[in-house]
């Protein structure tokens, strides 16, 4: 199976921390399963370590990044592709993260299932397959 994780799901997991539930873990480390980690997501890191947003992940993103491919994950560069989907994706009034709104816009384009620690990515299930962290 292929999946894309969202940012908190990718900073869970590399934080081992507990609210990233057994069974999405068990996605994650699968063998056989393809976990697809959104150059996107690393952008929205650096941003957020840069205002400090994020102190408990302070690695560059240069190591977080060769921790991810030791993980067995794939970072999935932008395309073209991806950024033209975003108009696809329907903008909800209490849903307007534009991180969230692109990586939304990566699984439509690639046609792959996200996980997701938002409860906001069920607005978009009409779209993509959303796995939440439950």
């Given at each position: 199976?292929?999946?894309?994780?969202?940012?908190?799901?990718?900073?869970?997991?590399?934080?081992?921390?507990?609210?990233?539930?057994?069974?999405?873990?068990?996605?994650?480390?699968?063998?056989?399963?393809?976990?697809?980690?959104?150059?996107?997501?690393?952008?929205?890191?650096?941003?957020?370590?840069?205002?400090?947003?994020?102190?408990?992940?302070?690695?560059?993103?240069?190591?977080?990044?060769?921790?991810?491919?030791?993980?067995?994950?794939?970072?999935?560069?932008?395309?073209?592709?991806?950024?033209?989907?975003?108009?696809?994706?329907?903008?909800?009034?209490?849903?307007?993260?534009?991180f969230d709104?692109?990586?939304?816009?990566?699984?439509?384009?690639?046609?792959?299932?996200?996980?997701?620690a938002d409860?906001?990515?069920?607005?978009?299930?009409?779209?993509?397959?959303?796995?939440?962290?439950?």
């Open positions: 199976m292929k999946v894309l994780i969202d940012t908190q799901i990718l900073i869970w997991y590399q934080l081992y921390d507990p609210k990233l539930h057994a069974n999405v873990y068990d996605l994650l480390t699968r063998l056989g399963n393809t976990i697809y980690v959104s150059q996107i997501s690393l952008v929205e890191i650096a941003i957020k370590q840069k205002i400090g947003k994020l102190p408990e992940l302070d690695v560059s993103i240069s190591i977080l990044t060769n921790l991810i491919e030791q993980d067995g994950f794939v970072v999935l560069p932008l395309q073209i592709q991806h950024i033209e989907a975003y108009n696809k994706i329907p903008l909800f009034s209490e849903h307007r993260d534009p709104r692109l990586l939304l816009a990566t699984a439509f384009s690639e046609n792959i299932p996200i996980v997701s409860g906001n990515f069920e607005l978009y299930k009409q779209h993509v397959q959303v796995f939440d962290n439950t």
